[in-house]
């Protein structure tokens, strides 16, 4: 077969390289996802598409469960519905033995909808708006107070309830991280958390069932999920002295960082970022030194997002064409902008191509192909000289692109999950621009 031609290009070395030898040179092709080739994948459900892999879900997903529960007796997992809440990708999650956490009404019917029990649910967010309240008490979810005025909306959605609401308390407290996130939940160390601890189980009208924090999000250092639960339990201790009220569950949050490189980094985070049993060590061995007596641990719940899904999920997407910016530099326009990646915002997101290329890179700008000068995928990429019709595949898109992304100048691709026999399914149909107008009207003086 007679190769594509290549054209020759002088590149000029960068200094300030991470080591003697310089970064790694050379890119290997992603000639497959899951076994089912990338060319088969496009001519099937076309260019760009999101693509899922069950057997990574399910992999990460019980890597979690295995760092937690081999390190403390009882754990259970909710799943972050807002990391990515297509049903299919929440099922399999559930299937594994998760619950759901979810931030909005919206989130909650979704949860209801994939089969998940209320008393299952655990419901956060700083903006629950009364009919929220209501349908949470009606199905017996747990209401993850986050404010007084939510509290106090809360007592007065209970009164003349059968049932008295299961709560348990946000807590946002100083774990070492800056800077603190401060914005959810009641402070600890000002008083303010105890103050509605007090305030609700004097109510009598609210049934306190656990404590919650999530102290932020790709958090790098496992020691502060340590200092976390040692002040939660503390807290939970104090419950149980002075209310006379024992806390069944500690909530961790989420948090937990993926394998994904953060735009600045020195190093690439698969070499950077602390494996999960280091965080693991860290909540248990705050928990189990924290004096409880064995039979009243209580219940680790953790609503890890981003480091159960991350990994799992690939975009590929197809050169559509090459130019020369003014300063020389190489720039390829792709067929999917920041409005489908959206976290390319804070990610240099690893790219690979799907063919052999010769040794030769270059450093390349990625442009999406949205007529907007921050559609920017990557500022530098050494990659080989793509031609237009190439595809590419971008690894560790799972977590909050296909909730975040935008229906923005171009419809929102196919999204198909691979299961564990190797067969894709569509989880997520493209969109039509009949489906988009179906939600549009034309008053009836512009018509005609
Ligand atoms: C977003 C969120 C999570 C998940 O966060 P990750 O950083 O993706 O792990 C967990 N809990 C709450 C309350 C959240 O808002």
Not at 60 to 74: E, K
């Amino acid at each position: 077969m007679k190769l594509p031609y290549e054209r020759p290009t002088l590149r000029k070395l960068t200094a300030g390289a991470l080591n003697k030898f310089g970064p790694r040179a050379g890119v290997r092709p992603v000639t497959a996802l899951d076994g089912v080739a990338v060319g088969e994948l496009v001519a099937r459900f076309g260019s760009p598409l999101f693509v899922l892999s069950e057997r990574q879900l399910r992999r990460s997903y019980q890597a979690a469960v295995r760092a937690f529960g081999t390190r403390y007796p009882r754990v259970q997992l909710a799943w972050s519905y807002k990391t990515n809440y297509l049903n299919a990708v929440c099922r399999v999650f559930h299937q594994e033995g998760a619950w759901a956490e979810v931030v909005s009404g919206m989130e909650l019917e979704k949860a209801l909808l994939n089969g998940v029990p209320g008393p299952h649910i655990l419901f956060n967010g700083p903006g629950k708006r009364r009919a929220d309240l209501e349908r949470a008490c009606a199905v017996d979810a747990v209401v993850h107070l986050d404010n007084a005025d939510e509290l106090h909306l809360l007592l007065d959605v209970a009164a003349g309830r059968p049932r008295r609401p299961r709560v348990a308390l946000r807590v946002n407290l100083n774990a070492g991280i800056v800077p603190q996130w401060d914005r959810f939940g009641f402070n600890l160390e000002n008083g303010e958390a105890w103050q509605a601890l007090s305030r609700l189980v004097a109510s009598g009208q609210l049934e306190l069932v656990g404590l919650h924090c999530h102290i932020g999000t790709y958090i790098l250092q496992p020691a502060a999920y340590g200092a976390a639960a040692t002040k939660l339990a503390a807290l939970a201790q104090r419950c149980a002295r002075e209310l006379h009220t024992v806390v069944q569950y500690l909530d961790l949050g989420g948090g937990f960082p993926s394998t994904n490189t953060l735009k600045g980094a020195y190093l690439p985070a698969t070499d950077t970022v602390p494996p999960l049993d280091d965080y693991a060590e860290a909540v248990a061995g705050a928990l189990l030194g924290a004096g409880f007596k064995t039979d009243d641990l209580p219940l680790l719940v953790l609503e890890a997002g981003r480091a159960l899904v991350d990994e799992a999920g690939s975009l590929i997407g197809t050169v559509l064409a090459n130019k020369r910016l003014a300063d020389g530099r190489r720039a390829t326009i792709l067929d999917f902008g920041v409005n489908l990646l959206f976290t390319s915002f804070w990610y240099d997101h690893h790219i690979s191509p799907t063919r052999e290329f010769s040794a030769d890179t270059e450093p390349t700008v990625l442009y999406g192909p949205l007529c907007m000068n921050i559609d920017m995928l990557r500022e530098s990429i050494a990659l080989p000289l793509l031609a237009p019709g190439d595809t590419v595949v971008v690894h560790k898109v799972g977590a909050y692109n296909m909730s975040q992304w935008q229906q923005f100048i171009n419809l929102r691709p196919y999204v198909v999950l691979i299961d564990q026999a190797g067969q894709p399914h569509v989880i997520r149909a493209a969109e039509t621009l009949e489906y988009l107008q179906q939600l549009e009207q034309v008053p009836a003086h512009l018509l005609g």
